[in-house]
């Protein structure tokens, strides 16, 4: 019997001697968890060892206790301070990796800027939506029957000269101004009805500092009963005032388009000079006719501006071309 505790007393001592240094030489905390399954689990070392206390007599079992629970609680003491060591060490080694180093320049993302033309789109937008009206939009490639023909243009008419044309080999077109989205906008919807229609068109044009062959117009609808020319011009006014301020004057003078009767010309009086902004008039009677209104019982307005006119005009934008080169030195300054 005295053999076995001797035995049992060495090969306690040897596993504490054997297992602190191994948990000491531990670098990480997959490999301090293999130890202590290897040395505390239910089937490590220590129970290995303890299985031999049933040799023992009853007299010895309370020292091999002893010393076995003081070896247990040093290796536990072992393996608690390493894994706190090596937790300290991992979230050290992530705060090196992830940590902003405030005294180094930061890296330069200019801010992003909205084109002057969509600006001016944008603005023309929300003071025609705050009247009530609603965007409208339609197809750039047209049929000559909504791009002519619809708005009191047919094929011989000499007013047709006055829009250079980029005609498609199957007939259809280039849309040379948004009108041909309210006569497709009338056809599906009954009066009253109040659009803008935004958006870009063709026209066969010489570029130069105030003409492009792409450009983006901007029209205004209102079919309603009882709507006069008064309506035209006090709306024109209000949108202007809000566009430039309530300083400006507007006036109208006598022109000719085929889809409206009477025509005017839109001028503004802008920092002392009077500029011109954009056509306008009443519907005529026979585009009403042509979308199934009963020019009898309703009457309407219409108006288009040039997009680019505004902007070159609020900005003081020397040429159009400016706004199409995307040119930095140019944008930047907006």
């Known amino acids: 019997m005295t053999t076995s505790l001797n035995e049992l007393e060495t090969q306690l001592v040897a596993l504490k001697q ?33 299985r031999g206390m049933g040799k023992l007599s009853p007299e010895d079992r309370p020292r091999i206790g002893a010393l076995a629970n003081e070896v247990k609680e040093a290796l536990q003491q072992s393996l608690d ?46 003071i025609f939506v705050g009247l009530g ?3 409208a939009t339609g197809p750039e490639m047209e049929t000559d029957y909504y791009n002519f023909e619809a708005l009191n243009t047919p094929q011989d008419h000499p007013a047709r000269d006055m829009q250079d044309t980029f005609y498609l080999p199957d007939g259809n077109l280039l849309r040379t101004h948004t009108s041909s989205v309210q006569i497709r906008y009338m056809e599906n919807n009954e009066p009253p009805i109040r659009i803008i229609a935004p958006g870009r068109v063709y026209r066969r044009d010489t570029v130069d500092a105030t003409h492009s062959a792409v450009f983006h117009q901007i029209e205004i609808l209102a ?5 006069t020319f008064g309506d035209l011009k006090g709306t024109l006014k209000v949108f202007f005032q809000e566009l430039f301020g309530e300083d400006v004057d507007v ?15 839109i001028d503004v009086k802008w920092r002392g000079k009077w500029l011109e902004m954009g056509g306008c008039g009443m519907v005529d009677p026979n585009v009403l006719k042509t979308v199934g209104y009963d020019p009898e019982i309703y009457t309407g307005f219409a108006a288009g501006f040039g997009a680019e006119r505004f902007a070159l005009v609020m900005h003081q934008i020397d040429d159009i071309r400016r706004l199409y080169t995307s040119d930095l030195r140019f944008l930047q300054q907006f």
Request: proline share 6%; net charge negative.
């Open 223 to 227: 079919v309603d009963e009882d709507i």
């Open 18 to 50: 054997e297992a602190t240094p191994a948990i000491a030489k531990t670098d990480t905390l997959d490999q301090l968890e293999q130890l202590r399954v290897n040395y505390l689990g239910k089937k490590g070392q220590l129970s290995q060892i303890l």
């Open 133 to 135: 009206y609603t965007v």
């Open 251 to 265: 006036r109208l003078r006598a022109s000719y388009f085929p889809f409206t009767e009477p025509s005017a010309e």
């Open 81 to 126: 301070n390493k894994r706190q060591e090596l937790q300290a060490a991992q979230i050290q080694a992530k705060l090196a990796a992830e940590t902003l180093d405030v005294t180094m320049p930061g890296v330069y993302k200019p801010q992003g800027r909205i084109h002057p033309l969509n600006s001016i789109i944008d603005q023309v937008l929300d």
